[in-house]
């Protein structure tokens, strides 16, 4: 959290048992003190500090420090597994003034994984093919997704790849680049996301994670070495569609 001014709880706020006070605090430039027209009219807006994408949010009663919540990378949701529980996840459902919601995992072995991602310079994302067969992709069945879950590259449906073998995915762009593998894909208009310097990437099939990869500080590359193994390496070579190395 930043230097900005802390919030003070007014005198008299009720907090049900068993219930929640959302807070949602707000940052803005200059004159402007008008309160966000995204924050729900049941939350304590207050004009104090934003919340960073590395960061940590302390709760105080008086002086003495009573819990604290901190993360490294961007986060959709963080908070408790289990309302009122210790352990703390940041693969979570935004739930405002609700119970806390896990995301869907996937169970099992998943045939694709993701095998490297570019966070500087022309973002991409690597997917790997891990099982023994050729695979097809069905329709609306995977996708990758940024941090904030609001964009995200449909893998078009009737794409092959190969067992052992990538596809590129290019995010940020609607036309391929010069430099792109023969087996790549881009984004399309209205879907478009790039990666920040502290940021997360999700791969998803018909909405369950399968797997994720996530980093507190712009990656050349990150990714699996070798690869689709469990090994993750934050400081490899460039090697859209080809084999990861150091």
């Known amino acids: 959290m930043d230097n900005d001014p802390a919030i003070l709880l007014p005198e008299g706020t009720i907090i049900p ?7 949602a605090p707000y940052k803005t430039n200059g ?6 027209a995204e924050i729900p009219e049941f939350a304590l807006a207050v004009r104090s500090f934003a919340v960073g994408s590395k960061d940590e949010i302390s709760l105080f009663y008086n002086e003495n420090l009573e819990d604290f919540i901190s993360w490294q990378t961007d986060v959709n949701a963080i908070g408790r597994v289990e309302d009122g529980g210790s352990e703390i996840s940041s693969l979570m ?3 405002p003034n609700k119970s806390n919601e896990l995301e869907i995992m996937f169970q099992g072995n998943a045939p694709l994984l993701l095998n490297e991602v570019c966070s500087r310079g022309l973002d991409y994302i690597e997917i790997i093919n891990v099982s023994f067969n050729d695979m097809i992709v069905g329709k609306d069945e995977w996708k990758v997704e940024d941090s904030r879950k609001n964009d995200y590259v449909m893998i078009p449906e009737g794409t092959k790849i190969k067992a052992g073998e990538f596809l590129v995915i290019y995010p940020d762009v609607i036309r391929l680049p010069f430099s792109a593998p023969k087996e790549a894909i881009a984004s399309s208009a209205g879907f478009r996301f790039g990666f920040g310097n502290s940021d997360s990437v999700y791969l998803k099939y018909h909405g369950m994670i399968v797997d994720y990869l996530t980093w507190s500080d712009h ?3 990150i990714g699996r070495l070798p ?4 090994i993750i390496d934050f400081d490899m070579f460039l090697t859209p569609g080809k ?3 150091d």
């Open 17 to 23: 048992a068993g219930g929640y006070l959302l807070i």
């Open 31 to 36: 004159l402007l003190t008008k309160v966000p």
């Open 93 to 95: 459902i935004p739930t």
């Open 219 to 221: 990656v050349t590359s």
């Open 227 to 230: 690869d689709g193994s469990e």
């Open 243 to 245: 084999a990861n190395r």
